[in-house]
């Protein structure tokens, strides 16, 4: 029998449609699911005359592959991703290669792959994005593990990724351990930003300006010929255009309470755990929290009172005051994502490959737009350049938008329409950009009440001082701390 190059464990809609992708690349893949007959319907049904091999027990998937053997797992991450590697252990040999594919927490990939490697076996923990759609034309790959595991797995990666003009492909080895699924992890949280972004700029034009959907269907179209042209913008067009069988807009129908998966929420609290001030993707995190609260919101609207939205001026130049508000928050987002993956690397020592990683976002990614050329440039020009804003290009764009971002957010407050992303955002800059912030007295108040001590501008840092604020303490201090 013919042997496979890879096998498959989880035939769910991303399972199903790498295996079709990879076959199309001319790879044979060996597929496996814990329900038999979902085996059976996938190799009866789309994979009919494909070269994919239908197995009904791990055994058998093992035995019907080429050595080194290459097994990826497509299922639910946490406890199942354990209990597949438990059973694949057993069965594999020295060098065989194990890859989680699905949406793993970055320490989970760290552990597994000491756990694998203590085994004699390699481990790759990679991000997987573009959905359903990508997995089958070509997703973006952020692989991360045992570094010997690339080249045998680089032919068949490189291979189904998306590819950008050029012909690269958004697939590139990104650093040992939990580096691949730590790069998706930030990925998925400027994801929420972005989302967030684009939902307050629905908002304002909807709310304040009374636009109605196909106006801002044709707004968000003109925006995509432009300097903002993503995917998210393009689908955000799409979905406003798309009516209900009554003619209405479907978007208007639909219940404004958010899910998420928990990527948001590992990416923020990863920022609070590494001390980098992540505001808009936490505010976006929040923002989903809040708009779950429907019936407390539903109830506090009958109570809580606050200024009627009122637009009276030029309505087309403040759509375009949204549109570079947009673009601004959006360089914020990207360039606080950016400075906790360098944070992470020097924690982790992954020595993670910035312009790199723009680059593999560029095609098949969820987050995939013009941007990212951008951001590779900016590192090209410096390798370690510690936060975006700092660049020439990105700094000229925000200072071409930065007016109409503060149009927008005053706008809005005024008139009582959240904006909780467009608000951190400016707010995250303006704390960047200023030489001395209020911490002084945050210090003081510190040391007044638990003797945490303070430095002072006068004297050398690193010399920790306290102060008997009230007389009545005595001179013994707390030890110095950060959390």
Same mark, same amino acid.
């Given at each position: 029998?013919?042997?496979?190059?890879?096998?498959?464990?989880?035939?769910?809609?991303?399972?199903?449609?790498?295996?079709?992708?990879?076959?199309?690349?001319?790879?044979?893949?060996?597929?496996?699911?814990?329900?038999?007959?979902?085996?059976?319907?996938?190799?009866?049904?789309?994979?009919?005359?494909?070269?994919?091999?239908?197995?009904?027990?791990?055994?058998?998937?093992?035995?019907?592959?080429?050595?080194?053997?290459?097994?990826?797992?497509?299922?639910?991450?946490?406890?199942?991703?354990?209990?597949?590697?438990?059973?694949?252990?057993?069965?594999?040999?020295?060098?065989?290669?194990?890859?989680?594919?699905?949406?793993?927490?970055?320490?989970?990939?760290?552990?597994?792959?000491?756990?694998?490697?203590?085994? #004699?076996?390699?481990?790759?923990?990679? #991000?997987?994005?573009?959905?359903?759609?990508?997995?089958?034309?070509?997703?973006?790959?952020?692989? #991360?593990?045992?570094?010997?595991?690339?080249?045998?797995?680089?032919?068949?990666?490189?291979?189904?990724?998306?590819?950008?003009? =050029?012909?690269?492909?958004?697939?590139?080895?990104?650093?040992?351990?939990?580096? /691949?699924? %730590?790069?998706?992890?930030?990925?998925?949280?400027?994801?929420?930003?972005?989302?967030?972004?684009?939902?307050?700029?629905?908002?304002?034009?909807?709310?304040?300006? /009374?636009?109605?959907?196909?106006?801002?269907?044709?707004? %968000?179209?003109?925006?995509?010929?432009?300097?903002?042209?993503?995917?998210?913008?393009?689908?955000?067009?799409?979905?406003?255009?798309?009516?209900?069988? =009554?003619?209405?807009?479907?978007?208007?129908?639909?219940?404004?309470?958010?899910?998420?998966?928990?990527?948001?929420?590992?990416?923020?609290?990863? @920022?609070?755990?590494?001390?980098?001030?992540?505001?808009?993707?936490?505010? @976006?995190?929040? !923002?989903?929290?809040?708009?779950?609260?429907?019936?407390?919101?539903?109830?506090?609207?009958?109570?809580?009172?606050?200024?009627?939205?009122?637009?009276? #001026?030029?309505?087309?130049?403040?759509?375009?005051?949204?549109?570079?508000?947009?673009?601004?928050?959006?360089?914020? !987002?990207?360039?606080?994502?950016?400075?906790?993956?360098?944070?992470?690397?020097?924690?982790?020592?992954?020595?993670?490959?910035?312009?790199?990683?723009?680059?593999?976002?560029?095609?098949?990614?969820?987050?995939?737009?013009?941007?990212?050329?951008?951001?590779?440039?900016?590192?090209?020009?410096?390798?370690?350049?510690?936060?975006?804003?700092?660049?020439? %290009?990105?700094?000229?764009?925000?200072?071409?938008?930065?007016? !109409?971002?503060?149009?927008?957010?005053?706008?809005?407050?005024?008139?009582?329409?959240?904006?909780?992303?467009? @608000?951190?955002?400016?707010?995250?800059?303006?704390?960047?950009?200023?030489?001395?912030?209020?911490?002084?007295?945050?210090?003081?108040?510190? =040391?007044?009440?638990?003797?945490?001590?303070?430095?002072?501008?006068?004297?050398?840092?690193?010399?920790?001082?306290?102060?008997?604020?009230?007389?009545?303490?005595?001179?013994?201090?707390?030890?110095?701390?950060?959390?």
């Amino acid at each position: 029998m013919s042997r496979a190059d890879l096998g498959l464990i989880g035939l769910a809609v991303m399972g199903e449609n790498l295996a079709l992708n990879m076959e199309s690349k001319g790879f044979t893949v060996a597929v496996y699911n814990r329900t038999a007959e979902r085996v059976t319907n996938f190799v009866e049904g789309r994979a009919k005359d494909k070269n994919i091999i239908g197995t009904y027990s791990l055994e058998e998937l093992v035995a019907s592959l080429k050595k080194p053997r290459k097994v990826m797992l497509m299922v639910k991450a946490g406890q199942p991703v354990d209990d597949f590697i438990a059973r694949l252990i057993p069965l594999l040999e020295e060098g065989d290669i194990i890859i989680d594919g699905g949406n793993s927490h970055f320490p989970d990939s760290i552990r597994r792959t000491k756990l694998v490697e203590e085994h #004699g076996l390699l481990y790759v923990g990679t #991000g997987v994005s573009g959905g359903e759609e990508g997995a089958l034309h070509g997703p973006s790959l952020m692989p #991360g593990g045992s570094p010997q595991a690339w080249p045998h797995i680089k032919p068949i990666f490189q291979a189904i990724a998306a590819k950008v003009e =050029d012909g690269s492909p958004c697939a590139d080895w990104v650093g040992p351990d939990g580096a /691949g699924h %730590f790069v998706k992890m930030v990925h998925n949280g400027i994801e929420y930003g972005d989302m967030q972004l684009i939902c307050e700029a629905y908002h304002l034009m909807k709310e304040l300006l /009374g636009m109605s959907a196909d106006e801002m269907h044709e707004v %968000f179209k003109e925006w995509n010929a432009g300097e903002l042209n993503s995917y998210l913008i393009e689908i955000t067009a799409d979905i406003l255009a798309y009516k209900d069988e =009554d003619g209405s807009p479907l978007v208007e129908k639909i219940l404004d309470t958010a899910g998420q998966k928990g990527t948001g929420k590992w990416t923020a609290i990863s @920022a609070l755990d590494e001390g980098i001030p992540l505001t808009l993707i936490a505010e @976006a995190v929040f !923002s989903r929290c809040l708009s779950a609260l429907k019936e407390e919101r539903v109830a506090a609207s009958q109570v809580l009172t606050g200024p009627k939205p009122e637009f009276t #001026g030029d309505k087309k130049a403040f759509v375009e005051d949204i549109r570079r508000a947009l673009y601004a928050s959006k360089i914020v !987002s990207y360039a606080q994502g950016y400075t906790l993956m360098r944070a992470a690397s020097e924690t982790y020592g992954w020595d993670l490959n910035y312009g790199g990683i723009a680059l593999l976002w560029r095609g098949g990614c969820i987050i995939r737009s013009v941007f990212l050329g951008e951001i590779k440039k900016a590192f090209e020009r410096d390798p370690q350049l510690t936060n975006l804003l700092l660049d020439p %290009f990105f700094k000229s764009q925000i200072d071409a938008c930065q007016e !109409s971002w503060r149009r927008v957010v005053a706008t809005a407050l005024t008139n009582g329409i959240p904006v909780p992303a467009f @608000a951190s955002a400016l707010t995250y800059y303006d704390g960047y950009r200023h030489p001395r912030l209020p911490a002084n007295l945050l210090q003081a108040q510190r =040391d007044y009440f638990g003797a945490h001590t303070y430095e002072r501008i006068d004297r050398p840092r690193g010399e920790f001082f306290h102060t008997n604020w009230t007389g009545k303490g005595g001179s013994t201090s707390a030890t110095t701390y950060n959390v």
